[in-house]
């Protein structure tokens, strides 16, 4: 048994006695759980100027000359208590993009929060849940100030989650500071803990297993309070193998290394918001010329600056990346320059309107020629 897999038996073994001693909680139903979500519109073609500049990772209509408007993200979710110490959470997507099928609906998230102590400071999480990697990947798109995640972080771990257990910690004081963050409208990531130990599939959501083998991953993540202002540190990374998807006629390790780290800070908006991050690591990228997926050294990431002025958000945002990525077929090499400004603007509660102009340099897939373009995007965002 290699230690990944120890760990979990080990994690799934400190829950026992929690489990079993968990009293019922006697609410009924209805006052137990919670339903919410958002449903995200978009528009990508006004000033657009080069169909081959494309973003598959993120938005499947950026480029090409086919669908005009996108429904993003169509987010239901149920979340609520089972017992004192036992809270399950549940989202679907009705967005999805499948093959040439639209409005596809799949599981996004799926898990259960065992709590280990009364003071809910120590948790286990298992299901299918966001992998504890990086800020960004954390924070919910329904908070992201810029309309998608960049290369670099998100390129880690698709659509940020996998099936996994995890073990978060977090004193009361950090799980209710991490609360505000996002009730405030200061644009936080939620209560993933000050330390994160897990392990995961590591194939991806909604992937079947590939070689038999698991990811580890550890992160630590502490906000500071400074006078008025709000400062977070990150730092975490990964392990595993990845089971690469590749044609017949490209050669090379079936699961290469895959393996990351990455830092970065965040400085919350009262009024001022600078964020940033950077990640570093080993993974598959293919060599076209040779047809060969090699294990190769990748790299990336960016800096977001923005100022808060209730009701809106302006902000400027830039990143780079050099690396494959794996979650694509033959693993190809990406060369990503893009820099992103907009402003978010809020209409109450309910809508927010966000206008972004992106001048970009990206790897076609397909091609595996650079291409340069920029374009206008418009997003409309449905809280309820």
């Known amino acids: 048994m290699g230690r990944a897999q120890s760990l979990l038996v080990i994690l799934l073994l400190l829950l026992l006695p929690t489990v079993a001693s968990a009293s019922e909680v006697e609410a009924p139903w209805y006052e137990r759980l919670r339903i919410r979500g958002y449903t995200q519109v978009r528009y990508n073609r006004f000033f657009a100027n080069n169909p081959e500049l494309v973003n598959a990772q993120a938005d499947r209509t950026i480029g090409g000359e086919g669908q005009t408007f996108l429904v993003r993200r169509a987010r239901l979710i149920v979340q609520g208590s089972v017992t004192s110490q036992v809270q399950v959470y549940l989202q679907t997507d009705a967005a999805t993009l499948l093959s040439d099928n639209t409005h596809v609906v799949t599981m996004r998230d799926w898990y259960a929060d065992l709590f280990l102590t009364s003071a809910k400071e120590t948790r286990v999480r298992v299901g299918v849940s ?77 992937k079947l297993e590939g070689n038999g083998t698991v990811h580890a991953i550890a992160r630590v993540s502490v906000p500071l309070v400074l006078g008025h202002q709000i400062l977070e540190l990150g730092v975490g990374g990964y392990a595993g193998k990845f089971a690469i998807k590749k044609d017949k006629d490209v050669k090379g390790p079936d699961d290469p290394r895959d393996i990351r780290a990455a830092l970065g800070f965040t400085l919350y908006p009262q009024p001022l918001l600078v964020q940033g991050e950077y ?23 960016y800096l977001l600056v923005g100022f808060r002025v209730e009701p809106l958000i302006p902000y400027a945002r830039f990143q780079v990346y050099e690396g494959g990525k794996k979650f694509e077929t033959n693993a190809p090499r990406y060369s990503v320059r893009e820099l992103e400004l907009g402003i978010e603007a809020h209409l109450g509660k309910a809508v927010e ?15 595996g020629n650079d291409e340069y373009g920029r374009l206008l995007r418009l997003q409309v965002q449905v809280n309820y």
């Open 130 to 206: 966001k992998v504890p990697f990086g800020f960004e990947n954390m924070q919910s798109s329904q908070n992201r100030l810029p309309i998608d995640r960049t290369d670099a972080i998100n390129s880690g771990a698709a659509n940020e989650r996998d099936l996994g257990a995890y073990f978060y910690y977090a004193p009361t004081w950090a799980r209710h500071l991490f609360k505000r963050l996002v009730d405030d409208g200061l644009k936080g990531s939620g209560d993933y803990g000050l330390l994160a130990l897990g392990v995961y599939a590591g194939q991806g959501a909604n």
């Open 353 to 367: 309107l966000v206008g972004a102009w992106v001048e970009a340099r990206r790897t076609n897939p397909t091609t």
């Open 279 to 301: 990640t570093v690591g080993i993974g598959p990228e293919l060599d076209r010329a040779k047809k060969l997926v090699r294990e190769r050294f990748l790299h990336g990431g």
